[in-house]
């Protein structure tokens, strides 16, 4: 009975998350980027900094009309926005906050954790393939397009790691995680990182929904809520892809008082990758079609294989 309990009340921690950190993301996302370009915005809401406008943009979509394209395959229209968001939410219950902070320890968990992110981009895919809308099934086209082209590099500095760690557990990982990792494993953590971002569609790997060039992309046809669960799956994206590089390559929880404050550092490290996701929106323009294959297949990929083979020569002489 005690151990149905703790399950519950990690899975219940896990949910609160879920719903917490992504808003929190995308409220810093809004007033960082207001500042950076000087345009600061609806200030009006809520007492502070007007913190409460994304409360007012919730409700706005709340109250928007929920609309069905004619041509669009329903049930696949549908479900679209569930399978781009519920993943994030299966991923964090593996990812641990600290020694003893985590929802379910897998000896497979990396493993667990890449599958679930190949499986979340799955779903602007097939919303842009069910709309029935030549934009929406061109955008749909890019994402699997620049999902085969940086999945390959994810995957193989994930594998580096595992290498280097010796296990597929991310706790493992974490234990097994020393300062000078930063040194030998640098150029993977760039590349999961970049990789990451392109997988999320994030600026200034955005191609696949330019709304400027092709009016969003997969979710042309989205309204209301529909539309809000992918924006919500974006930063819970972010959220998890921060949280896994920290796991990877920053040592998670470790840090002064780690048994202690262990959660603090990986909160920390996650919010301080996600500034820098933010920043990049702010900073760098749009990548070509062109331009993002040519990054994938002729830089990221010769560098995770050069990440590899690093780690191959330091097991084996270590």
Known sequence: MMAVLTIGIR?????????????????????????MQARLGPMEAG??????????????????????PDRADRA?????PALALLPYLVILVVIPLGPSLLGVDLDAGLLFVLAAMGVSVLGAVMAGWASGNKYAQLGGMRSAAQLMAYELPLVLVAGSVAMAAGTLSLPGIVAAWSLWWLGWQGIGAVVFFTAGLAEL??????MPVADSEIIMGPYTEY??????????????GIVVLCALTATLFLGGWRGPYEQQLGWLWMLLKTFALSFVVIWMRATYPRLRADQLQQLAWKVLVPLALIQLAVTGVVRVVG
């Open 11 to 35: 899975l219940a921690a896990v949910l609160t998350g879920f719903l917490v950190l992504p808003l929190l993301v995308g409220q810093l996302e809004h007033k960082a980027m207001a500042h």
């Open 47 to 68: 007492r502070f900094h007007g913190w409460a406008q994304l409360v007012a943009d919730g409700v706005k979509f709340v109250q928007k009309e929920h609309v069905l």
């Open 76 to 80: 696949m229209f549908s479900l679209a």
């Open 201 to 206: 569609h994030r600026p200034p790997f955005d």
């Open 223 to 236: 309204t209301g809520l529909r539309f809000a669960f992918f924006l919500l799956a974006e930063y819970a």
